[in-house]
């Protein structure tokens, strides 16, 4: 089972920033927070990840509470083109290890609107 | 960010038929590869990982005689898909992992959409 929760949907205006909201209450020492997006009928697209600090790219930031039971991950300016579903994803950075497999959840649907 | 590919991106095929999918890192060496399913309104399952020049590890559940891995190069694993049904149509999407100065991620493919009539 995934280790996270996410709300299931949210809406987001076209240029404003998109806010979205990860529980990851038990997570380990030596876990990571990483974020993937999946756009309709394509494959999954890498987005961020992090392990205490925060954390920011060019296409996000991602915000980890200091107690790392939670995250948020920030588009600044959301698109049209954003519209698809966030994973949140915990998981142990082990190197070719089965442990470090990504486990999808449900995520959450952001739909961006004009 | 690394760039992997998938093909066909699309397969209809009739029951019965065996269908081979393959996923190949454009830019990179991949050493590990997996392979996913999605249903409609699912979300992704991990099937089995792939290692180059191993047998490939299966997932609980997934018939490893059903769904043939092949990770013959650092560049190309392929899944073949055996005698398939239409219980088997589905979007099959492959991934590679990619090390990282402090960790590492996966890249996926655009998938390859299964319907077997």
């Known amino acids: 089972d995934a280790k996270t929760t996410q709300p299931p949907s949210m809406d987001c205006a076209e240029g404003r920033a998109a806010n979205l909201p990860c529980n990851h209450s038990?997570?380990?020492?030596?876990?990571?927070v990483y974020w993937y997006r999946q756009i309709h009928s394509q494959g999954p697209q890498y987005i961020i990840h992090?392990?205490?600090n925060n954390e920011t790219n060019e296409m996000a930031s991602l915000i980890i509470t200091e107690d790392r039971k939670s995250s948020t991950l920030i588009l600044p300016h959301a698109t049209l083109r954003d519209t698809a579903v966030y994973y949140c994803?915990?998981?142990?950075?082990?190197?070719?290890?089965?442990?470090?497999?990504?486990?999808f959840g449900k995520g959450t649907k952001l739909s961006v609107k004009p | 960010g690394a760039v992997v590919s998938q093909h066909p991106s699309w397969v209809i095929c009739k029951s019965g038929t065996s269908v081979k999918i393959e996923c190949r890192s454009l830019?990179?060496?991949?050493?590990?590869m997996f392979w996913y399913r999605q249903f409609p309104k699912q979300s992704l399952m991990l099937m089995a990982t792939?290692?180059?020049?191993?047998?490939?590890?299966?997932e609980q559940g997934v018939e490893k005689d059903k769904f043939l891995i092949n990770h013959a190069s650092l560049t190309l694993s392929t899944l073949t898909v055996t005698s398939a049904h239409p219980e088997d149509s589905s979007f099959y999407i492959c991934?590679?992992?990619?090390?990282?100065?402090?960790?590492?991620?996966?890249?996926f493919g655009p998938g390859t959409r299964l319907t077997v009539l």
């Open positions: 830019d990179f060496q991949a050493t590990t």
């Open positions: 992090g392990l205490k």
């Open positions: 038990t997570i380990s020492g030596n876990e990571y």
């Open positions: 991934s590679a992992r990619v090390r990282l100065a402090d960790t590492d991620t996966q890249y």
């Open positions: 994803i915990v998981r142990v950075a082990i190197f070719g290890g089965s442990q470090g497999n990504l486990i």
């Open positions: 792939s290692n180059e020049g191993s047998k490939a590890t299966y």
